[in-house]
């Protein structure tokens, strides 16, 4: 038996490869922004009241004034229509983890002839029959419609597929009786009560009102590998991560493709890539090789949080489209491959008031006092809720990568820095007198010293580290929406605000300052244990976290258990981002993808290991045999003691792979932990199997292929 499909893959790739064009594309920036409908396109299409009008709602991030949803469509579709585009559709993020759309064309008949035609009623209002999509419950079949509404406040834009183009409306997704279906409901609610609790404490420092932008930069870690062999591999299709292969002798070890030369195809994809994202006015930024091999990122600039969530679904999109028109596929599983390091979603994110980033320490005293008052009070925040924080990473792809000494471990803690450390350090005393560094602090009279950027971004083993003026989380696998994760963390932060607020507003004015450096002194006190400066990979770190009594879950289920714990509940419901049923529905729609995916995993395994691997393995053992045969029946003494010993050796593997087969099959029927250890131990030995079945007869792409040869 052989297996010559790897053989001809490597032999078209390398031919693709050869054939790579070098052309240079024109450099230019027109093309930003030119599939939106942005202001700059609102105004040009637009009579000049109706714009104003729309300008105002989206300022106020209100829903559309229905008197000019009108002439909003109108101009939309005028738009749309000499972009190229012949359907529209509301576009929406359901709780399956992907974006949906449903289109519907422009036309409209008129006799023999039709024209095209939007309405105002069909941009503000979708009604999807979406009995179908995940709900948890919230939603029976009889009344499975639910309805979609746009969100004015993430511009429309033109997708792009094949030879058509669609327009696409971004809209919240909800019941009818009003329960979020989406993602983007919940953010928006929490957008909203971060937004009131940071006007609250920026009451008390005598600021007058400004509006609070929450802001998001996400890092997208991803892997490339060419389809030829993707599509060998029924692993990959079906689960996006490989459940076999061996570690290859060269992987990671020599960290020489971090930040390496990008090779030529690549580059040339990921042109195409920042090409397409500029078009939809994503500012796609920064890219480089990561530290696996066939790893990279990509870094667009920071934006609106709400909009930065919708973009970062439209750059998983665009990343996955692109891959597919390069020859390659896009991985955007969290462990796609094991012993490597698995790709992650740096959430880098800031609260500003006005023009004031409330994470920018600053160098006056006005600034350092509310730079202070916001560290603590998101301090509390984190130490208060390290385990919802947890809750919002956890997923079946995940779980293999937290704590597997390349990404944070499954304990939530906080990374300040050496020098803000100390600078907390001392207000806890309550000393005044220089820090680390230089300079003396006494919050509102003397100036915090001077936080360099390098200084505070040394330690990468945190899952919440402060980097200069913003926090990143690293947690958030790379495949996630960036929605969950900041549905939480607004919300808490938004809690500790309010209380904050709630104190600072009863301190007289003349004792303002000392009565916050006491108040702060308190926080600090009470939620130190959070903060850890150290290796977090470190193994003594879990004990320690542990005596500090740091919630370490680490699993999904466990993880998910405490959306519905009753004071979470009561949380989510005082800050009006998710009713009773909502959370419910959430546990139950995470649990149940959770569990799907797991037994999907199982089936695929066993599937490969009895119709790929198992006939392999028993032509080779069969084969040693008749040539030990043979050999005997002439009597040849050389050769014979070899060929026994690979014969036995393989009979012996032959059976652990048979009975694992059974203990997988077996296990199917029960829990997710059984699945998953019969997975680890047929894995172990499919993967010793790899390393001594004639390489012809692999019927799976290797590692050192998928992730070399691209
Ligand atoms: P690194 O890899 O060192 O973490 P990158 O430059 O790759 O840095 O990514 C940093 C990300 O943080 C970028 O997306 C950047 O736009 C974003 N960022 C910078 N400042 C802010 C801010 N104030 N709020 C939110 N995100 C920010
Ligand atoms: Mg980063």
Not at 611 to 629: D, G, Q
Not at 681 to 686: H, M, Q, S
């Amino acid at each position: 038996m052989s297996c010559e499909k790897r053989y001809e893959a490597i032999k078209a790739i390398a031919e693709a490869k050869a054939s790579v064009q070098c052309e240079a594309v024109p450099a230019d920036t027109h093309c930003y922004g030119e599939d939106v409908f942005n202001l700059a396109a609102m105004q040009k299409h637009l009579p000049k009241d109706v714009f104003k009008k729309l300008q105002a709602t989206i300022e106020r991030g209100e829903a559309l004034d229905p008197t000019i949803a009108a002439d909003v469509a109108h101009a939309m579709k005028e738009w749309a229509v000499s972009r190229g585009a012949t359907s529209y559709t509301h576009w929406f993020q359901p709780l399956t983890g992907n974006t949906a759309e449903k289109h519907d064309s422009f036309l409209e008949p008129e006799g023999c002839h039709a024209i095209f035609s939007f309405s105002g009623n069909n941009l503000i209002l979708g009604e999807p029959d979406a009995s179908s999509f995940p709900s948890g419950g919230l939603r029976s079949t009889f009344e499975a419609r639910g309805y979609t509404a746009w969100d004015p406040t993430s511009p429309a834009f033109i997708k792009r597929h094949g030879n058509g183009a669609t327009l696409c409306i971004p809209t919240a997704f909800c019941s009818y009786t009003g329960e979020a279906l989406d993602r983007k409901t919940p953010l928006l609610r929490s957008i909203q009560a971060l937004s009131c609790a940071t006007k609250k404490l920026m009451k008390c420092f005598g600021l007058p009102d400004e509006k609070v932008t929450i802001t998001l930069g996400p890092e997208q870690e991803y892997f490339l590998i060419d389809k030829h062999f993707y599509l060998l591999r029924p692993d990959l299709l079906q689960t996006g991560r490989t459940l076999f292969g061996a570690p290859p002798a060269k992987h990671q070890q020599l960290e020489d493709h971090y930040f390496g030369t990008i090779k030529t195809r690549v580059l040339n994809f990921m042109n195409e890539v920042e090409k397409e994202l500029w078009k939809l006015g994503i500012p796609a930024k920064t890219r480089h090789n990561e530290v696996a091999p066939a790893q990279f990122e990509l870094a667009p600039v920071f934006e609106e949080l709400n909009l930065a969530c919708d973009h970062n679904m439209l750059v998983m999109e665009v990343l996955r489209q692109t891959a597919d028109r390069y020859g390659f596929v896009c991985l955007m599983h969290e462990k796609p491959f094991a012993g490597v390091n698995g790709s992650g979603k740096h959430n880098n994110w800031s609260v500003n008031y006005g023009k004031r980033n409330l994470l920018n320490p600053g160098n006056d005293p006005d600034q350092n006092a509310i730079f202070l008052t916001t560290l603590c009070a998101i301090i509390e925040a984190v130490d208060l809720h390290a385990d919802l924080i947890r809750s919002t990473v956890a997923g079946v792809g995940n779980d293999h990568r937290l704590g597997a000494n390349e990404a944070p471990p499954a304990v939530i803690s906080m990374y300040l820095g050496d020098q803000l450390a100390d600078v907390i350090e001392q207000l806890e005393k309550g000393e005044t007198k220089s820090s680390k560094h230089g300079g003396t602090l006494r919050i509102g009279v003397d100036t915090l010293p001077p936080l360099p950027q390098d200084a505070t971004d040394r330690n990468r083993t945190s899952p919440f580290a402060f980097t200069g003026n913003k926090f990143e989380f690293r947690a958030p696998g790379s495949s996630q929406s960036c929605s969950g994760p900041n549905v939480i963390l607004n919300t808490i932060i938004a809690d500790s605000f309010e209380r904050m607020a709630e104190t600072l507003s009863t301190f007289p004015e003349h004792e303002f300052h000392s009565k916050l450096q006491e108040h702060l002194q308190k926080i600090i006190k009470a939620h130190k244990r959070i903060i850890f400066n150290g290796d977090g990979y470190a193994s003594d770190w879990l004990k320690e976290a542990e005596k500090r009594g740091l919630p370490n879950f680490k699993t999904t289920t466990d993880a998910l258990s405490v959306l519905v714990k009753e004071e979470n509940i009561a949380l989510f419901e005082k800050y009006g981002v998710f009713r009773r049923r909502e959370m419910e529905s959430r546990y139950e729609v995470f649990m149940e993808d959770y569990h799907y995916k797991v037994k999907i995993e199982g089936e695929i395994a066993l599937e490969i290991a009895q119709s790929m691997i198992f006939p392999v393995v028993s032509a080779e053992y069969e084969k040693t045999i008749r040539s030990l045969n043979e050999a005997k029946s002439v009597s040849m003494k050389k050769g014979t003691e070899s060929l026994r010993k690979r014969a036995s050796l393989l009979g012996e593997k032959l059976d652990h792979l048979s009975q694992e087969e059974d203990f997988l099959a077996e296990a199917l029927k029960g829990k997710h932990e059984e699945i998953l250890n019969a997975m680890k131990n047929i894995r172990t030995t499919v993967d010793e199997l790899e390393k001594i079945i004639p390489d012809n007869c692999w019927p799976l792409p290797k590692y050192r292929e998928m992730l070399f040869i691209y």
